[in-house]
């Protein structure tokens, strides 16, 4: 073997086996909309003002030239260029919570299915999730969702792509 040689990583080993995503559509209930931002059919012009801002480089646009987060370019680090950029009235005060969002993960994990991966809790800035050992050897991945602030980081990090983050639906009381 070559000395010069260079060595994969473990997340560009894994990197292999994931699946392409999936693409936003024009639907609106299942896109996720840039923090803050509220009833964007109303208020948004389409200017695309907020993309450029973004230091992450996560929002792109759907057919109507609406912003949508792509957490698969990376992570939303709450910074709020978006919100202070926009001219319109389509962001509220970028402070309290940003986003009601769910987090899933499918049974393709890694960790779910035997095989030590540690991605999504490693990047987690707000340590909210978990992959404690089972007996037997696997792992369950546990999110906790009170810590959960839906920054995205989990998604872009997962070898699998067995995390989804999808807006928080409504539940009915009673």
Not at 35 to 64: L, S
Not at 147 to 173: D, V
Request: charged share 20%; with cysteine; hydrophobic share 35%.
């Amino acid at each position: 073997m070559p000395t010069n040689a260079k060595q994969t990583s473990r997340r560009e080993f894994l990197a292999r086996f994931r699946t392409v995503p999936a693409t936003h559509s024009d639907q609106t209930e299942d896109v996720i909309r840039p923090p803050w931002a509220r009833d964007i059919q109303a208020h948004c012009t389409g200017c695309g003002d907020c993309a450029p801002v973004c230091p992450e480089g996560i929002i792109t646009f759907d057919g109507k030239n609406h912003p949508v987060i792509d957490f698969t370019k990376g992570e939303c680090t709450f910074c709020g260029a978006c919100a202070h950029t926009c001219a319109e009235d389509v962001f509220d005060q970028p402070t309290g919570i940003p986003w009601q969002l769910d987090i899933a993960v499918a049974k393709n994990c890694f960790a779910e299915n035997g095989i030590y991966c540690r991605s999504c809790g490693d990047v987690c800035p707000q340590f909210a999730i978990r992959i404690p050992p089972q007996l037997g050897g696997r792992a369950r991945v546990i999110v906790d969702e009170d810590a959960c602030t839906g920054c995205g980081a989990c998604l872009s990090a997962c070898p699998a792509n067995a995390i989804t983050i999808s807006p928080k639906k409504e539940q009915a009381l009673g």
